[in-house]
């Protein structure tokens, strides 16, 4: 289900701070979207990188290795409007009919 | 790698094939048996069975495998390894074949060159695997293929083996072998026939290889 | 690097990746593991089959939604086919690119099938011009698979066709067969597979060196209609994978999953 709005999902928590993968997991957990395995997420993300949508650093972390974050760029919040259109849409729909159905 | 993995499963697919196979392994026993009261007789016979039964089991190998075997090559296979792994899967299981037959006829006639028997009937099995090829690769339906390879061995058979006739033959190294191995003629009868042997191998061998390699050639496809 | 690492790289380059994009997405893999604090065969499974999903993750989206605009996999320009004097047909012209279903239509006897034997490079034109990529996978209509060979048997040696170590082809096979719902006997020889079984085998086997065109000959004959919905859905996969696929067919109504009809018969 989440499949075609992880990239929304990502883009929008870009669009807030600048973070790392792992972090970025940890958010869509906490905000009760989904449990993202690592198979799926590092592949959007690399993804997000190629079509220009985000833009990586490396920064250095408190311990262990050091973390490519990622930032949203102008692309990408071009795109993140875009998919929000189209995302509201969807979910305008959705509640459309779950509403016809609930008033029976 | 690609040869050897070839080469592997094209005798495991043999080896299923239970019916045909115990055909093959007591074709050359048939053979054997006919002229047992006489040791030349029977070993020349024997040596001919051998070659009979794994040239026909390498036509068939090779024929069986002419719908996997472009696939394999558009796969990335090379056709070195591809029909090689196909002769090489057949002649070591000729040259099995010959090894227990030669164990059989020490034991029941005894040899008096044993090591000039022995190299009679492998050479004659590994002669046989690329003649076997070549026949396939010229002849490509099975049938065709089976009857000239029947049609070879009767004339190795029947013909005089002095003649020019004989000596054109695929099979004439091991005859020329065996008379050194069982009526203890000179050692110019056993190169004689190993280099009758080692020439007609390169010449199956090579003629197999340049027929496929031309038929699985795969064209040069510009990149668009 | 670790040894998962140094599979995946492998594999990335076995698939066409260039050495220095396939170590550095091999180093980015490694560092990702790192931060999740977890090895990489737990986190992403195994290493061959990862490469695969990461190549087929990173071509999907980066082409656009509406149409196809890949690179060209497949160019015919005028090719032609004649038997003696009899011509098959003649003046074909057909552009195929990644992420682009063509379908190759007409009537028996047309010469769909030597045109698609023309595209895998197995036939020889009688004239014209062929372009393709080196990458190419193909799927006949009958035969192409050994009776006397399990599945397993079968990916090992197409596997080694295309340089994969046996087990690694073997575990390859068996997930792409599973996305045709299909679980391979350990022990069942391919002759005593049903038809529509069998044309799974064959597609799975025209697939396994994650080839960039694949060329099908009528693959779902024998398919029931779970089955037939499957392979289109495997089809559909291919397409946003950014692979360009050929598809010779006689079934009207599978036009509605293809982005461009190539009608053989209408030439004449």
């Known amino acids: 289900m989440l499949h075609g709005f992880l990239d929304l999902c990502l883009l929008a928590m870009l669009r807030e701070k600048p973070d790392y993968g792992y972090g970025l997991a940890q958010r869509l957990a906490t905000a009760g979207v989904a449990d993202v395995p690592g198979g799926t997420l590092y592949p959007a993300l690399l993804r997000l990188e190629q079509q220009g949508l985000a833009s990586p650093s490396w920064g250095p972390s408190e311990s262990g290795p050091r973390r490519k974050y990622y930032a949203i760029t102008d692309l990408g919040r071009t795109e993140l409007a875009a998919q929000v259109t189209g995302w509201q849409r969807f979910r305008d729909g959705v509640d459309t009919l779950v509403a016809a159905g609930a008033r029976r | 790698m690609t040869a050897l993995v070839v080469a592997a499963l094209s005798a495991r697919e043999v080896g299923r094939r239970r019916t045909a196979l115990v055909l093959v392994i007591s074709l050359p026993l048939w053979f054997y048996l006919v002229r047992r009261d006489l040791t030349g007789q029977s070993l020349r016979m024997l040596t001919l069975g051998i070659g009979w039964a794994v040239s026909t089991l390498t036509l068939f190998v090779v024929n069986a495998s002419r719908g996997v075997d472009p696939r394999l090559r558009l796969s990335g296979a090379s056709t070195a390894a591809v029909i090689g792994g196909r002769l090489l899967a057949t002649t070591a299981g000729g040259v099995a074949l010959a090894a227990a037959y030669w164990l059989l006829a020490a034991v029941d006639q005894g040899l008096d060159r044993p090591a000039a028997a022995a190299l009679m009937m492998a050479l004659t099995a590994a002669v046989a695997a690329p003649l076997g090829g070549l026949v396939a690769a010229v002849l490509p339906r099975e049938l065709e293929g089976a009857l000239a390879l029947l049609s070879i061995c009767a004339v190795q058979m029947l013909a005089d083996p002095a003649g020019l006739v004989a000596k054109l033959m695929p099979f004439w190294s091991g005859r020329e072998i065996g008379t050194y191995a069982v009526d203890a003629t000179g050692p110019e009868y056993l190169w004689r026939g190993l280099a009758h042997g080692v020439l007609t191998w390169l010449i199956c061998a090579g003629g197999t290889w340049s027929i496929f390699a031309w038929r699985l050639r795969l064209p040069r496809c510009p990149e668009p | ?268």
């Not at chain 3, 790289?9 to 977890?38: F, I, K, M, S």
């Not at chain 3, 682009?100 to 239509?105: G, L, M, P, Q, R």
């Not at chain 3, 086997?205 to 919905?229: A, C, R, V």
Request: aromatic share 6%; proline share 4%.
């Open chain 3, 1 to 268: 690097m670790t040894a998962w690492g140094v599979r995946f790289e492998d594999e990335l380059r076995r698939l066409g990746v260039q050495p220095g994009r396939a170590r550095q997405l091999a180093d980015e893999t490694a560092q990702q593991a790192a931060e999740c604090d977890a090895a990489p065969d737990s986190l992403f499974g195994p290493a061959h089959l990862y490469a695969r999903h990461l190549l087929s993750e990173l071509t999907t989206r980066t082409l656009p939604l509406n149409g196809p605009s890949g690179p060209v996999r497949l160019r015919l320009t005028g090719v032609g086919k004649r038997y003696r004097r009899r011509t098959v047909f003649d003046g074909v012209d057909l552009t195929v690119r990644g992420g682009e279903v063509a379908a190759i239509v007409g009537a028996n006897g047309c010469g769909k099938s030597t045109l698609l034997r023309i595209c895998a490079g197995l036939t020889r034109p009688s004239s014209g011009r062929v372009q393709r990529t080196r990458r190419v996978g193909f799927v006949p209509q009958d035969a192409g698979t050994a009776g006397w060979l399990t599945a397993d048997e079968h990916f090992t040696l197409f596997g080694a066709a295309a340089g994969m170590a046996p087990r690694r082809a073997r575990s390859t096979g068996e997930h792409l067969a599973a996305r045709l719902a299909w679980r391979p006997g350990r022990k069942q020889l391919t002759q005593h597979l049903s038809g529509g079984t069998r044309q799974k085998l064959n597609l799975v086997l025209g697939e396994l060196h994650s080839p960039d065109l694949l060329l099908l000959d009528e693959p779902y004959q024998g398919f029931d209609q779970g089955t037939y919905l499957d392979f289109w859905h495997q089809v559909r996969a291919w397409r946003e994978a950014g692979r360009a696929v050929v598809v010779v067919t006689h079934l009207l109504h599978d036009l509605q999953h293809v982005d461009q009809v190539f009608d053989l018969g209408a030439l004449r």
